[in-house]
């Protein structure tokens, strides 16, 4: 790898465009915790390491752009959940943040449950081991075959998402002889305090069944009367990356709310309640996340609190942290390639990578940190862009970052915090290939899923 020397970028002192940063940090070589991966640290020759491993054999063995997941970490993360929750509680992790058949084992082996939303994360679940009882099924448009695989295998739940929906499902299960468990997903009418693409339960969006009008209420009667169903609770789902645990606090009151309504009305007390996921985590140092035993003890105390004052049994609470889980467990390692010092601007710092293995940032405008991961430098900070190979300019993998100004071809850079919805969400654009995912445990580093190939491109090319 090359260390050239390069003229330096503008420094700091000489120009602050608009954007998200505040100030360089004091020391470029630290990597703050709240954003790395646990087992992440700077060894004594300045490399970092992660699960014991240095990223320049990683670089080496798995090639780059690569994302770099901390199997401890994931395990550690996931185990938290559980226990926070308890015996009372089920956790789903949210497949959609990133699965694979690896995932679904270490989800399994640490007593979380799974939620999928497609076919495909559904056949991913079942191939590894994951018991149907122990898979939710989501999505605001299932297909009937789906649907039918889901009720065959026997998942544990189907999230219900619209009136058709009621009845697809229990047309189905009464074809198949089964009485499907399900759960209707409302929409409460919260505002997150998130971007508007991943903020769900304010009404005017695609997904659930209002509370307002009383549609819940009649999801509800109509579910009730079919026989193919059994409606085991009520689903909210208010967004993703939330801090501010009101959200949480006004829909877990509304949903128990039309719990009560349902008791009054029909008679019964439906056992179950899940609030979803979205809980927010650190992609940069301003961030300040909950702890899951924090967020359990929160959402128990709502829901018990609520109930209380309806007099209603507390149903068994469920959850389904994606994000939260395996967002900070994975870092993506680039080497860079050019380094473009815009004079009045900043370095346009060039890596093997860009939207199509991280698309959050041109979609979401979603903030990341970065960090120069194969040596040290003791060069002042530049304000740099980090940016991809596609053919476009919203091609942005890090929107504002300070880097060392000595920074070169052939360093390797880390983006933490991409564990979640980047290989979940990673595209083919212009061809590029989708980047392995590598799993660090103890030494070892395997790929749990491997870089994608030209040869896998052209199998699909079958004109
Ligand atoms: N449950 C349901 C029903 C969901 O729709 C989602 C996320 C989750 C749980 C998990 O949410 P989490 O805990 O991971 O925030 N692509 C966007 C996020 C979309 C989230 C969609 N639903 C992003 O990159 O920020």
Same mark, same amino acid.
């Not at 499902?169 to 929409?187: N, P, Y």
């Given at each position: 790898m090359s260390r050239s020397a390069h003229p330096a970028g503008p420094r700091h002192a000489d120009v602050l465009p608009e954007g998200h940063y505040s100030a360089p940090p004091a020391d470029l070589n630290a990597l703050d915790p709240k954003v790395w991966a646990r087992t992440v640290a700077r060894g004594a020759d300045g490399v970092v390491t992660v699960g014991g491993v240095d990223v320049n054999t990683l670089a080496e063995q798995h090639g780059t752009p690569a994302y770099v997941l901390d199997e401890a970490d994931f395990r550690a993360r996931a185990r938290a959940w559980r226990e926070a929750f308890g015996q009372d509680a089920d956790v789903f992790y949210a497949g959609k943040a990133f699965l694979s058949r690896a995932v679904v084992r270490w989800l399994h082996e640490e007593g979380l449950n799974l939620d999928v939303c497609s076919g495909g994360e559904l056949a991913t679940a079942l191939s590894a081991g994951m018991?149907? =009882?122990r898979i939710a099924f989501h999505g605001n448009n299932k297909s009937t075959h789906e649907i039918r695989r889901a009720v065959e295998a026997g998942v544990g739940r189907i999230v219900l998402d619209s009136f058709q929906e009621i009845v697809r499902v229990a047309h189905v299960a009464q074809e198949l002889g089964r009485r499907q468990r399900v759960q209707i997903r409302i929409t409460v009418g919260v505002e997150a305090h998130t971007h508007e693409f991943i903020?769900?339960?304010? =009404?005017?969006?695609?997904?659930g069944i209002p509370l307002a009008g009383g549609q819940a209420a009649e999801a509800v009667r109509r579910a009730l009367q079919l026989?193919? !169903?059994? !409606?085991?609770g009520i689903h909210s789902h208010i967004g993703?990356?939330?801090?501010?645990?009101s959200g949480f606090e006004v829909a877990a009151h509304r949903v128990v709310g039309l719990l009560k309504d349902i008791r009054d009305e029909h008679g019964v007390e439906l056992p179950e309640i899940d609030l979803g996921g979205g809980l927010g985590i650190a992609y940069t140092s301003g961030d300040d996340p909950r702890e899951p035993h924090e967020i359990a003890k929160a959402l128990t105390e709502i829901v018990t609190r609520e109930c209380e004052s309806a007099r209603l049994r507390t149903p068994r609470i469920s959850v389904e942290p994606g994000r939260a889980v395996v967002g900070p467990t994975a870092f993506t390692l680039y080497e860079v390639g050019t380094v473009k010092p815009l004079d009045g601007l900043r370095t346009y710092v060039s890596v093997d990578g860009g939207m199509s293995d991280n698309i959050r940032t041109a979609l979401y405008d979603a903030e990341y940190s970065v960090a120069l991961v194969s040596r040290t430098s003791d060069a002042e900070p530049m304000l740099a862009r980090v940016v991809g190979k596609h053919c476009e300019s919203g091609d942005i993998v890090v929107k504002d970052a300070f880097l060392p100004a000595d920074l070169a071809p052939g360093d390797l850079i880390a983006v933490p915090a991409t564990g979640a919805y980047c290989r979940s969400m990673a595209s083919n654009y212009n061809h590029v290939l989708r980047p392995p995912v590598v799993a660090v445990h103890d030494g070892a580093s395997r790929e749990i899923v491997r870089r994608e190939t030209e040869e896998d491109l052209l199998r699909l090319d079958v004109g």
């Amino acid at each position: 790898m090359s260390r050239s020397a390069h003229p330096a970028g503008p420094r700091h002192a000489d120009v602050l465009p608009e954007g998200h940063y505040s100030a360089p940090p004091a020391d470029l070589n630290a990597l703050d915790p709240k954003v790395w991966a646990r087992t992440v640290a700077r060894g004594a020759d300045g490399v970092v390491t992660v699960g014991g491993v240095d990223v320049n054999t990683l670089a080496e063995q798995h090639g780059t752009p690569a994302y770099v997941l901390d199997e401890a970490d994931f395990r550690a993360r996931a185990r938290a959940w559980r226990e926070a929750f308890g015996q009372d509680a089920d956790v789903f992790y949210a497949g959609k943040a990133f699965l694979s058949r690896a995932v679904v084992r270490w989800l399994h082996e640490e007593g979380l449950n799974l939620d999928v939303c497609s076919g495909g994360e559904l056949a991913t679940a079942l191939s590894a081991g994951m018991p149907a =009882e122990r898979i939710a099924f989501h999505g605001n448009n299932k297909s009937t075959h789906e649907i039918r695989r889901a009720v065959e295998a026997g998942v544990g739940r189907i999230v219900l998402d619209s009136f058709q929906e009621i009845v697809r499902v229990a047309h189905v299960a009464q074809e198949l002889g089964r009485r499907q468990r399900v759960q209707i997903r409302i929409t409460v009418g919260v505002e997150a305090h998130t971007h508007e693409f991943i903020a769900t339960a304010h =009404e005017d969006q695609k997904f659930g069944i209002p509370l307002a009008g009383g549609q819940a209420a009649e999801a509800v009667r109509r579910a009730l009367q079919l026989d193919g !169903l059994e !409606l085991i609770g009520i689903h909210s789902h208010i967004g993703s990356q939330i801090f501010d645990m009101s959200g949480f606090e006004v829909a877990a009151h509304r949903v128990v709310g039309l719990l009560k309504d349902i008791r009054d009305e029909h008679g019964v007390e439906l056992p179950e309640i899940d609030l979803g996921g979205g809980l927010g985590i650190a992609y940069t140092s301003g961030d300040d996340p909950r702890e899951p035993h924090e967020i359990a003890k929160a959402l128990t105390e709502i829901v018990t609190r609520e109930c209380e004052s309806a007099r209603l049994r507390t149903p068994r609470i469920s959850v389904e942290p994606g994000r939260a889980v395996v967002g900070p467990t994975a870092f993506t390692l680039y080497e860079v390639g050019t380094v473009k010092p815009l004079d009045g601007l900043r370095t346009y710092v060039s890596v093997d990578g860009g939207m199509s293995d991280n698309i959050r940032t041109a979609l979401y405008d979603a903030e990341y940190s970065v960090a120069l991961v194969s040596r040290t430098s003791d060069a002042e900070p530049m304000l740099a862009r980090v940016v991809g190979k596609h053919c476009e300019s919203g091609d942005i993998v890090v929107k504002d970052a300070f880097l060392p100004a000595d920074l070169a071809p052939g360093d390797l850079i880390a983006v933490p915090a991409t564990g979640a919805y980047c290989r979940s969400m990673a595209s083919n654009y212009n061809h590029v290939l989708r980047p392995p995912v590598v799993a660090v445990h103890d030494g070892a580093s395997r790929e749990i899923v491997r870089r994608e190939t030209e040869e896998d491109l052209l199998r699909l090319d079958v004109g």
